[in-house]
């Protein structure tokens, strides 16, 4: 009972942390869920779901309607704090200077037009993703959103165990309380559904989410020294919007 207890603990926490779903919270939920990755792609799946509401009238209403509608959906289900990382990954990669000036720019909270930027361009290509989801078979869509956002997850979820912080910080409490092993269960059950539903094109959008993710922890470790929780949040995204695009890429070949 206290093993499914903890359970249920992290995935509120990861609920309560990465959508906007009034979920509640008790004491302890965070601990656990920072400690438990499989919470990431649990998330995912929910967060994913009901995104994709609003593709379920692909077909029926016009696609930049839809689409519209998928890009609100997503930010009214997941907040739009992650994109606050996207902000500041903006300014840092346009920043001058050395790994501290880096650093110092992602803790600064004003707004450079690399923020501006980077800001934009998510969340443009995020909704002309949205218009690729509209004009495929509903199916096909929602399997695709649903695969992105269970593949953002799974990324995060990664981050957290193989990931070494740069500084304390929100980054440091998921990679100090992660470890290797505790991937193979989120990743295991992640990437036997993406099998399981192959050659569903959401079975494309949940690893190319991954991939995606790599960019940014890419870019951290070698220019920041590791990543933060602004890494997180601009990963999210970044994920996202490569795994919906490449979704829609693998329906458009097939």
């Given at each position: 009972m206290a093993v499914i207890g903890r359970w249920i603990g992290a995935v509120r926490g990861a609920l309560g942390f990465l959508t906007r779903l009034p979920v509640g919270y008790r004491d302890g939920d965070w601990d656990a869920f920072r400690s438990t990755p499989a919470a990431f792609p649990v998330v995912g799946l929910v967060a994913g779901t009901l995104a994709a509401i609003p593709l379920l009238a692909a077909g029926t209403l016009a696609a930049p309607t839809v689409a519209l509608g998928y890009l609100l959906s997503v930010y009214a289900v997941t907040g739009i704090h992650h994109l606050d990382g996207i902000a500041d990954l903006g300014d840092a990669l346009v920043v001058h200077g050395d790994l501290e000036r880096r650093r110092e720019v992602l803790k600064?909270?004003?707004?450079?037009?690399?923020?501006?930027?980077?800001?934009?361009?998510?969340?443009?290509?995020?909704a002309l993703g949205g218009l690729g989801l509209a004009d495929l078979p509903v199916l096909a869509a929602?399997?695709?959103a649903v695969g992105a956002e269970v593949g953002a997850k799974l990324g995060m979820a990664a981050m957290?165990?193989?990931?070494?912080?740069?500084?304390?910080?929100?980054?440091?409490?998921?990679?100090?309380?992660?470890?290797?092993?505790?991937?193979?269960?989120?990743?295991?059950?992640?990437?036997?559904?993406?099998?399981?539903?192959?050659?569903?094109?959401?079975?494309?959008?949940?690893?190319?989410?991954?991939?995606?993710?790599?960019?940014?922890?890419?870019?951290?470790?070698?220019?920041?020294?590791?990543?933060?929780?602004?890494?997180?949040?601009a990963a999210n995204e970044i994920g996202r919007v490569a795994g919906v695009h490449l979704g829609v890429i693998a329906w458009t070949l097939s």
């Open positions: 600064d909270t004003t707004t450079g037009v690399g923020a501006l930027l980077a800001v934009a361009i998510t969340v443009a290509a995020l929602v399997g695709v957290a165990c193989f990931g070494r912080a740069a500084y304390e910080g929100t980054g440091e409490q998921f990679t100090d309380a992660s470890t290797a092993g505790s991937f193979l269960v989120p990743a295991a059950i992640a990437l036997s559904a993406a099998a399981f539903v192959w050659p569903h094109p959401g079975a494309v959008a949940l690893p190319g989410a991954v991939a995606g993710i790599g960019l940014p922890w890419y870019w951290a470790n070698r220019s920041l020294g590791g990543i933060n929780g602004d890494i997180f949040g």
